[in-house]
């Protein structure tokens, strides 16, 4: 098992930029690649970033491309999302994700519980 607990969202103004953590617990966190994935209410849940395990691949939505860095510390068992000129269409709950291999569908194995992030016009 591995245990996920997201931190640092909060409401920000457009423009205006947020961090986001994920902190591991469980298993081996360097044994997992991670994914950022967000759910606006009324729309599925959608994958914003995703990164593998020794970091060497990183995925991006394309509505957040050049806007959002997924980073990942293994030694830490932490994943972060650091989300620049935020967007009133950024307005979501985050979820992080853990999976044996980066992957671009919803089939991770782990999730944690959601930060919400709301940007105001």
């Known amino acids: 098992q591995v245990q996920l607990v997201e931190s640092g969202g909060g409401s920000v103004q457009a423009g205006g930029s947020l961090r986001l953590s994920c902190a591991a617990s469980g298993r081996t966190f360097s044994n997992y690649a991670m994914g950022w994935f967000r759910q606006a209410p009324g729309k599925e849940r959608e994958l914003v970033a995703g990164?593998?395990?020794?970091?060497?691949?990183?995925y991006y939505a394309d509505s957040v491309k050049g806007r959002f860095i997924i980073s990942r510390d293994n030694a830490k068992n932490t994943v972060y999302l650091q989300m620049n000129s935020l967007k009133p269409e950024d307005t979501a709950v985050y979820y992080c994700?853990?999976?044996?291999?980066?992957?671009?569908?919803?089939?991770?194995?782990?999730w944690g519980q959601g930060t919400q992030v709301t940007v105001s016009s």
């Open positions: 990164i593998s395990r020794s970091a060497g691949t990183t």
């Open positions: 994700a853990a999976s044996r291999f980066l992957r671009t569908d919803h089939a991770y194995d782990y």
